[in-house]
């Protein structure tokens, strides 16, 4: 599985953006998404997921801000973050767990990773 992450770029505080990470496979309807974000100097953290039949968990960090939603149709998957503060600073990294079971909190539990794009959230 290939995963192509775009939209990422520069925005002032109170902003939004949306990211797309477009993946390969005929069998995308399947697949558990996840997005995480790696600051400077920190480790890669968990930010959302939305699993193959929609059930949808956030970090408490963005909740209530961001928003993740997949078209299957498209292969792709969107992360719309609203209300962008300076510690959403980061590079944003799709990634994809084509099966099992498990909390998708944790990076080991993908399979498949994009190639990031950063956003940067200027005060």
């Known amino acids: 599985v290939q995963l192509q992450a775009s939209g990422g770029g520069l925005v002032q505080a109170g902003g939004s953006l949306r990211l797309s990470c477009a993946a390969s496979?005929?069998?995308?309807?399947?697949?558990?998404m996840g997005w995480f974000r790696q600051a400077p100097g920190k480790e890669r953290e968990f930010v959302a997921h939305?699993?193959?039949?929609?059930?949808?968990s956030y970090a408490d960090s963005v909740k209530g801000r961001f928003t993740i939603s997949r078209d299957n149709a498209e292969n792709t998957v969107y992360l719309q973050m609203n209300s962008l503060k300076p510690e959403d600073t980061a590079v944003y990294y799709c990634?994809?767990?084509?099966?099992?079971?498990?909390?998708?909190?944790?990076?080991?539990?993908?399979?498949?990773w994009g190639q990031g794009t950063l956003v940067t959230v200027s005060s």
């Open positions: 990634a994809v767990r084509t099966g099992g079971s498990g909390t998708l909190y944790y990076r080991d539990e993908y399979e498949y």
């Open positions: 939305i699993r193959s039949g929609g059930s949808i």
């Open positions: 496979g005929r069998t995308f309807r399947r697949y558990d």
